[in-house]
């Protein structure tokens, strides 16, 4: 069972990247996934959600607007659009597949029963 997060960079505020989150040794089709991120010295901060039962979606206030999640079950991949990038968005992100909790309006890490490795967005000129 393995999740793979690729498609990190480096990019010029303003940017775009598409980061991929591919399952091996299972399905994502029976599972929420969520995108996480840790920028040093700081802690995990939910990102975005997708869930499998409706396909409805979840973005921290800091992305709404500027990011995009989805799912493309063929491929087993889970893709987040970023779009108008900032230095903030500056991290390393986690894709990871389970249930979502979400407290007080904030996507936590606890309840995904799978995590990937992250790949680095550095996003500066």
């Known amino acids: 069972v393995q999740l793979q997060a690729s498609g990190g960079g480096l990019v010029q505020p303003g940017g775009s990247l598409r980061l991929s989150c591919a399952a091996s040794?299972?399905?994502?089709?029976?599972?929420?996934i969520a995108w996480f991120r840790q920028a040093p010295g700081k802690e995990r901060e939910g990102v975005s959600f997708i869930r499998s039962s409706d396909g409805s979606t979840y973005y921290a206030d800091s992305v709404k607007g500027r990011f995009s999640i989805s799912r493309d079950n063929a491929l087993n991949t889970v893709y987040l659009q970023m779009n108008s990038l900032k230095p903030e968005d500056t991290a390393v992100y986690y894709c990871?597949?389970?249930?979502?909790?979400?407290?007080?309006?904030?996507?936590?890490?606890?309840?995904?029963?799978?995590w990937g490795k992250g790949t680095l967005v550095t996003v500066s000129s």
């Open positions: 040794g299972f399905t994502l089709d029976y599972y929420a």
């Open positions: 990871a597949a389970g249930f979502v909790t979400v407290v007080h309006g904030t996507l936590i890490p606890d309840g995904m029963d799978y």
